[in-house]
């Protein structure tokens, strides 16, 4: 089912179901995305000055940085979405979340373990 709606004088099409955040409000939405970009950093970033798993730039050396995270989070989260990928669901942040972030940053981020 597809509805029409206007947006800045165009028209665009919206697919249904739409279920983008099931009824959360946005600014909740930014916290959790937040609250859960920092729990990967306290495992895989440089901020905290213990991380349990720090993570590097393959060629510069470079620490990873949050818009890395936020990049990954941000891929994972579409292959959630993605009804094609059967292996792939969203746990609201918890540790199998984190680590399939960790997943792609190793795989397509060009990170490794230091």
Same mark, same amino acid.
């Given at each position: 089912?597809?509805?029409?709606?206007?947006?800045?004088?165009?028209?665009?099409?919206?697919?249904?179901?739409?279920?983008?955040?099931?009824?959360?409000?946005?600014?909740?939405?930014? *916290?959790? =995305?937040?609250?859960?970009? /920092?729990?990967? +950093?306290?495992?895989?970033?440089?901020? !905290?000055? &213990?991380? #349990?798993?720090?993570?590097?730039?393959?060629?510069?050396?470079?620490?990873?940085?949050?818009?890395?995270?936020?990049?990954?989070?941000? *891929?994972? =989260?579409?292959?959630?979405? /993605?009804?094609? +990928?059967?292996?792939?669901?969203?746990? !609201?942040? &918890?540790? #199998?979340?984190?680590?399939?972030?960790?997943?792609?940053?190793?795989?397509?981020?060009?990170?490794?373990?230091?």
């Amino acid at each position: 089912m597809q509805a029409c709606r206007p947006y800045n004088g165009r028209i665009r099409q919206i697919h249904f179901p739409f279920t983008m955040n099931l009824g959360t409000p946005s600014t909740e939405l930014n *916290d959790m =995305l937040t609250d859960f970009v /920092d729990y990967v +950093e306290s495992f895989y970033g440089t901020t !905290d000055p &213990d991380p #349990l798993y720090p993570m590097a730039d393959k060629d510069t050396g470079l620490p990873l940085t949050k818009t890395e995270i936020y990049g990954a989070t941000a *891929d994972y =989260l579409s292959k959630c979405s /993605d009804d094609s +990928e059967k292996l792939c669901t969203w746990g !609201d942040g &918890d540790s #199998l979340d984190r680590e399939r972030v960790r997943d792609i940053l190793l795989a397509d981020y060009n990170m490794e373990l230091v």
